[in-house]
C-alpha cells in the first residue's frame, strides 16, 4: 500500500524538516501543529525556527502544493507524530515523562484514521511509550484494530523511528543517517522502512519498539555521561589550578582517549533530557547515569559561584563602586553553538538566575535571536558589551565569538576555553 499523503503532527526542529523531505520528494504532505503562529508562517513558505538550508525547501515544497500547515488533523495513509515530552511538574529528586503531548496527538488523529493507515512515533520517549499510544489509540477507535491485539493482522500499523539528527545539520542528516526501525510487528518495521525510504539513504535497521525507544536513550545518556566527566574534570582542575583545557588537549593525544570539552552544563532536549527517562523507570539500576545528570545539571551553579568570586574581586578593586554598578554580560544563550534553541539550555538558565539576583544590570549576547520576551535582562551587540561590561561569561562558542580576539575584559569567566 502506498503513502500518497503523509500527516506530520508537530512542526518544531524535527517535525518540520521531517514534513519539508518528505514534500521536496513530491509526497503531498500535511503538518499539523497547535501553534497558530507556526502554521501561518510555513503556509507563507517560511520557517518559524533556525536551520540551515530549511527556509529554501519549505518555500519551494509550499509554492509547489505538497506542503501545507494546518491545527487540525486531516486524512492522510502515514502519520509521524514528533511533539515534545517534557517532564512532569513534581518535587522529586528523578523527573517523571509527561506524555501528555503523545497523548494529544494521538487522540487528536484517532478521528480520521482508516485502515491501512501507518502512525510513527518519532518523539524520543520512556520505554513503552509507543505500546501506550497504541492503547490510546485503541480506546479511541473501536472500530479499528491495533498490533497488540491482531499482531500482524492489524488494521493499524504501528512504530517507533527516534531522529538522530544535530541542530544546525538535521537536513543533511535526515537523509544520510541510518534510522532504527522498532516496529510493534514485523509488518510494522516494513511498512516503516517503505515510508522513510522516501528519502533516507542511510540504512534502515530493523528491531523492536522497546528497544528502538532505548535505543536513543542510550545514545544520549552515554554522551551525557561523558560530557559529565568533562565538566567534573573541569572544576577539579579549577581546584587544583590546572588548565583543564591543556589537560584535555593532552590526554587526547593517547590514541584510545577521547575526553570531550566541557562548558556550563548540558543544555537541549535530548542530552539534557532523554537519560532521566532510563533513570525514572530503573531508578535503582541507573546509578553511573544519574549521577552524570547530578553532575551537569550542578554546573550551572558552580558558574552561579565563580561569577559571585568575580563580583567580590571586582569591588575589591574598584572600592568606589558599589554592586549596583556593576555591569554583567552573558555571551551566548542557546544550548550549542550557531543556533536559536533555547530549550533546556545551561547558558539560558545561568543568565536567568543572574539577572533575578544580581542587583545592578545584566545583558547578553546572542547573535542567533533578535529578541526575546519578557526577560530581566536585556540583549546587546558583541560591540555594546565589550563597551559596557565589568565581568564577562562565555558560556557559548558561537562562531561570532571564535572569529572575535580575546576581548580586554579585566575579569572574564570563559567557560568555553575560547577566549
Not at 269 to 274: M, S
Not at 301 to 323: G, M
Not at 394 to 405: P, Y
Request: charged share 25%; glycine share 4%.
Amino acid at each position: 500500500m502506498s503513502f500518497n499523503t503523509v500527516s506530520v503532527v508537530g512542526l518544531g526542529y524535527i517535525g518540520l524538516p521531517t514534513a519539508a523531505m518528505f514534500a521536496s520528494r513530491k509526497k503531498k504532505v500535511v503538518g499539523v501543529d497547535v501553534n497558530q503562529h507556526a502554521v501561518d508562517t510555513i503556509n507563507r513558505g517560511e520557517i518559524h525556527i533556525v536551520e540551515p538550508e530549511l527556509d529554501m525547501i519549505v518555500h519551494a515544497a509550499v509554492t509547489e502544493g505538497y506542503l501545507k500547515a494546518v491545527t487540525v488533523p486531516e486524512a492522510a495513509d502515514a502519520f509521524l507524530i514528533a511533539v515534545p515530552t517534557p517532564f512532569k511538574d513534581s518535587s522529586s529528586t528523578v523527573p517523571e515523562p509527561d506524555l501528555s503531548y503523545i497523548e494529544a496527538a494521538a487522540k487528536a488523529i484517532a478521528p480520521v484514521l482508516k485502515k491501512g493507515d501507518l502512525v510513527i512515533l518519532e518523539s524520543t520517549s520512556p520505554v513503552g511509550a509507543t505500546e501506550q499510544m497504541a492503547e490510546w489509540l485503541a480506546e479511541a477507535r473501536s472500530d479499528l484494530t491495533f498490533p497488540q491485539t491482531a499482531d500482524m493482522n492489524a488494521d493499524i500499523n504501528i512504530a517507533h523511528c527516534p531522529e538522530r539528527v544535530l541542530p544546525g545539520h538535521v537536513v543533511r542528516e535526515l537523509v544520510e543517517n541510518d534510522r532504527v526501525i522498532g516496529g510493534m510487528t514485523v509488518k510494522c518495521s516494513e511498512r516503516a522502512i517503505e515510508l522513510y525510504k522516501t528519502f533516507v539513504e542511510g540504512e534502515c535497521v530493523v528491531t523492536n519498539a522497546r528497544t528502538a525507544e532505548m535505543a536513543k536513550l542510550t545514545e544520549n545518556s552515554c554522551r551525557d555521561v561523558q560530557i559529565a566527566f568533562a565538566n567534573e574534570l573541569s572544576i577539579i582542575c579549577d581546584k587544583l589550578d590546572i588548565n583543564v583545557w591543556e589537560l584535555i588537549s593532552l590526554a587526547n593525544r593517547h590514541p584510545r582517549i577521547n575526553i570531550l570539552q566541557p562548558g556550563p552544563g548540558v543544555g537541549g532536549h535530548c542530552i539534557a533530557v532523554d537519560p532521566w527517562f532510563i533513570v525514572s523507570k530503573t531508578p535503582e539500576e541507573a546509578k553511573i547515569i544519574h549521577t552524570a545528570r547530578q553532575v551537569n545539571d550542578g554546573k550551572p551553579d558552580w558558574v552561579i559561584d565563580k561569577v559571585k568570586i568575580a563580583i567580590a574581586d571586582f569591588l575589591q578593586e574598584n572600592p568606589e563602586k558599589s554592586i549596583e554598578d556593576v555591569t554583567i554580560a552573558c555571551f551566548g544563550l542557546a544550548f550549542k553553538p550557531d543556533i536559536d534553541d533555547l530549550r533546556e539550555s545551561p547558558a539560558m538558565s545561568i543568565t536567568q538566575k543572574l539577572a533575578s539576583m544580581h542587583k545592578g544590570r545584566v545583558v547578553a549576547v546572542e547573535p542567533n535571536i533578535h529578541s526575546l520576551n519578557n526577560e530581566a535582562f536585556e540583549l546587546v551587540s558583541i560591540e555594546q558589551a565589550e563597551a559596557e561590561a565589568d565581568i564577562a561569561i562565555l558560556l557559548v562558542d558561537h562562531k561570532e565569538f571564535k572569529a572575535k580576539q580575546k576581548p580586554n575584559f579585566n575579569f572574564m569567566i570563559d567557560m568555553k576555553g575560547i577566549w
